[in-house]
């Protein structure tokens, strides 16, 4: 190579300078997607109190997010009570000879989380992925583009009406999720451990703030499991690849807000009240 070759050939940036410029992409990219995320939100929200009310479109959201929901939420729950109960009580048999108040604490942790962060991890896997497959079908075949063409916002045709029928169906399931894993739970302690149902239906350690901090996630969860879908959806691009990517990142995307809702309701809780 002759000398102004070498000259004029750019240099080639090192190793670690493309993993720093790499990190940065990822920041910017990640600070645009919380950016629009948020936006989704606000405007979810601003239609849902200022926006047109279309009573047909919310039924039939909850009928397909709360009864095609029943039957797999029931038989999960049903089982993750069964095994909460077996596995708690052999591991308290091994500290303490008397099990009598294993069904008072299940019942509180219950109440408090299990229930509601199982039940939305579980709604997240279905009702996510249903949400994105949906919108992301809109969005690959110009759908959604038709919208906005006719001056109607597609947060408020499509995410708004899955917004209110999540919040309010994600409560109910979790209520009837909590109520079959007691049931679950009660007969797993009257088989294996030989505890009568009066001793384990024991409130004594629930109380009001363990209610309030499982209705707020059950309202939390409930809220974040369409905006994070539905995002997701809109974000689509390509052809069925890309409604297949959508629904990938939807599940995932989903499970992970529930889990950090879950922190942050936690540690909020233990902060304000002691709980």
Aim: hydrophobic share 50%; net charge neutral; proline share 3%.
């Amino acid at each position: 190579m002759s000398q102004d070759a070498a000259l004029t050939s750019p240099e080639r940036p090192s190793p670690s300078t493309q993993r720093v410029a790499a990190l940065g992409a990822l920041a910017i990219e990640l600070a645009r997607a919380g950016r629009d995320l948020y936006g989704v939100f606000v405007r979810t929200l601003f239609y849902t109190v200022r926006g047109r009310y279309e009573r047909g479109a919310v039924l039939r959201q909850m009928y397909l997010m709360g009864n095609q929901s029943l039957f797999f939420l029931t038989v999960v729950m049903g089982f993750i009570g069964m095994i909460l109960v077996l596995q708690g009580g052999l591991q308290a048999e091994r500290i303490v000879p008397d099990p009598t108040l294993i069904g008072s604490t299940y019942l509180e942790l219950l109440i408090r989380d299990l229930a509601a962060s199982i039940g939305a991890l579980m709604l997240a896997t279905r009702v996510g992925a249903g949400i994105a497959a949906e919108i992301g079908s809109m969005v690959v075949t110009e759908q959604v583009d038709a919208l906005r063409m006719c001056a109607a916002d597609p947060i408020d045709y499509l995410i708004k009406p899955r917004f209110i029928a999540s919040v309010v169906m994600t409560t109910v399931l979790i209520i009837w999720s909590a109520t079959i894993a007691t049931l679950t739970g009660m007969g797993t302690a009257y088989l294996f451990f030989e505890i009568s149902p009066n001793i384990f239906f024991d409130l004594r350690l629930v109380d009001f703030g363990d209610l309030s901090v499982g209705l707020v996630k059950c309202l939390a969860y409930g809220a974040a499991i369409p905006i994070v879908s539905g995002y997701c959806g809109l974000s689509t691009y390509g052809g069925s690849e890309g409604v297949g990517w959508a629904t990938t990142r939807a599940v995932v995307n989903s499970s992970l807000a529930v889990i950090m809702l879950n922190f942050f309701i936690s540690g909020a809780a233990f902060l304000l009240i002691g709980a």
